[in-house]
């Protein structure tokens, strides 16, 4: 929540079992990145928000006239970590895109903030807001990070009560304000339907926090995720603060190779929407396997996915329904990737 660095004082002490996982920002062993830190190279340029209820288990319950997390706004996810943050509400989402696709390379490739606090006391006490991470090479399937939650299942962590960090493992918000949480693609390695060298899109998915099985969300080995809850205020859920990138698929030298630019023509271009566009190759396209085209807007939301056939000369039908305007074209086939700029007139 935002508000929440107004509430140290009222925080109860919660009890845990033993610690496991990497500690807080600032002790030895802490995965915890601060923002200022030079291995980000980028960060997230853009974020839909699809808020969440400020109490799931009561969708009537209004905070200052909302029955939704309304803190914040989409844009204070973008750029680098502020503190400032947009609050998604119970099982809330945000959509992230950025200007470079995000590879696998050494070591954690992304980093996740959120604006969670330290406790007056006890030491080793925090007050956080969790989230699931989701990643998409095509802004249409997502594969979710393994996360893992030890902090006991009872008694329910109530609204103002604390974590402990070391119980907490790829769960966005397991750190405080300034520091993210890093996520490896490589532990995504053994997953389908995604290529960890071309990352596209990344989902922050809030874990609701309340243990009751009818609204549980559960970590990887199907325990439920105990946060705290419920947060009924604008600002509750989690609070996405930045996404700073470290890896992108430019930077990494093993990533599988691009389709070579000069190796792609696209024409017409502009072209008219509802109408055909040409897709041809100068090397032997009918190698090629696989193909997969995906038309994303400028803001990296996902207008078309389509899979075509081999052949020497595809033929691509652009959406009618698109507005007149740029658009991004990613060509894949074999692990290799291609992209152009098109523009599409929908004028009469």
Not at 75 to 96: C, N, Y
Not at 125 to 135: H, K, S, T
Not at 188 to 195: A, E, H, N, R, V
Request: glycine letters at 8%.
């Amino acid at each position: 929540m935002t508000k929440k660095i107004l509430l140290y004082s009222f925080l109860p002490a919660c009890i845990f079992v033993q610690a496991q996982y990497a500690p807080p920002a600032g002790e030895n062993g802490s995965t915890a990145i601060h923002k200022d830190s030079s291995v980000f190279i980028a960060w997230a340029t853009y974020c839909h928000a699809d808020r969440g209820y400020i109490k799931l288990t009561d969708t009537t319950l209004a905070y200052e006239g909302y029955n939704r997390a309304t803190q914040g706004t989409e844009e204070d996810a973008t750029g680098p970590a502020d503190g400032i943050a947009v609050s998604l509400g119970d099982a809330g989402e945000a959509l992230l895109s950025f200007s470079e696709s995000i590879a696998d390379g050494e070591g954690p490739d992304f980093a996740v903030f959120e604006n969670g606090f330290p406790a007056m006391e006890p030491p080793g006490q925090y007050f956080l807001e969790l989230a699931f991470v989701e990643v998409s090479s095509d802004g249409n399937h997502f594969v979710r990070f393994p996360a893992f939650s030890n902090t006991p299942a009872s008694p329910q962590v109530k609204t103002f009560d604390q974590l402990d960090p070391t119980l907490l493992h790829n769960l966005a918000g397991k750190y405080t304000v300034n520091y993210g949480v890093p996520f490896d693609l490589d532990d995504l390695k053994d997953s389908t339907g995604i290529d960890i060298h071309c990352i596209t899109h990344i989902k922050i998915v809030d874990v609701v926090g309340m243990v009751h099985p009818d609204y549980a969300r559960c970590d990887s080995r199907g325990l439920p995720v105990n946060d705290p809850w419920p947060t009924p205020f604008n600002s509750g859920g989690f609070d996405l603060d930045a996404m700073g990138i470290i890896h992108t698929r430019k930077d990494i030298t093993n990533a599988p190779p691009d389709i070579a630019e000069e190796s792609l023509r696209v024409f017409p271009n502009p072209v008219k929407a509802g109408k055909q566009m040409n897709l041809v190759f100068e090397d032997e396209p009918w190698l090629l396997k696989e193909i997969m085209i995906t038309i994303f807007d400028i803001s990296g939301k996902n207008m078309l996915t389509k899979e075509l056939v081999a052949l020497p000369d595809l033929m691509l039908t652009v959406p009618s329904e698109l507005k007149s305007g740029v658009y991004i074209l990613v060509f894949r086939s074999d692990n290799r990737i291609s992209r152009r700029m098109i523009r599409v007139d929908n004028r009469p």
